[in-house]
């Protein structure tokens, strides 16, 4: 039976100043995955970026379209942020790009395919490839 879904799939708890940033996010599609691949360490699981201008970018682009929802961390007033909060402050704040880096990390590694599951898949047919 297949795994892919993207309904929103819970992905590990980020911990992020003090908390612990629970994030539901949908899987990328290939034209963001693709604006995303060069800056992606995949030892580390996290984004890499030379310029954070170029980081805010991609947020304001891409983490609108992927977070179905967050939980669990609280602003300097103990309330918790909300998503949509999080989302205008993300792309506007440099004190969030640590989180936003681990975020991104999260979202490429649900929108891949394990390697283990990669190699015990058959080849395609002939037929499946048109030839």
Do not use: H
């Not at 942020?81 to 506007?92: D, H, P």
């Not at 999260?106 to 080849?123: A, F, Q, R, W």
């Amino acid at each position: 039976m297949g795994k892919w879904t993207n309904e929103g799939i819970a992905v590990e708890p980020i911990e992020f100043d003090g908390d612990k940033v629970q994030f539901t996010l949908k899987r990328l599609r290939v034209e963001d995955m693709g604006l995303m691949a060069k800056n992606f360490d995949a030892v580390n699981k996290t984004m890499r970026f030379s310029d954070p201008l170029e980081m805010c970018q991609l947020s304001s682009k891409v983490l609108p379209k992927y977070i179905v929802s967050m939980s669990g961390y609280k602003k300097g007033d103990g309330s918790e942020m909300t998503l949509e909060e999080f989302l205008q402050e993300a792309i506007t704040e440099f004190y969030f790009v640590p989180l936003v880096s681990k975020l991104f990390g999260s979202l490429v590694s649900i929108s891949t395919i394990p390697k283990d599951t990669e190699k015990n898949l058959p080849p395609p047919s002939p037929e499946s490839l048109g030839v």
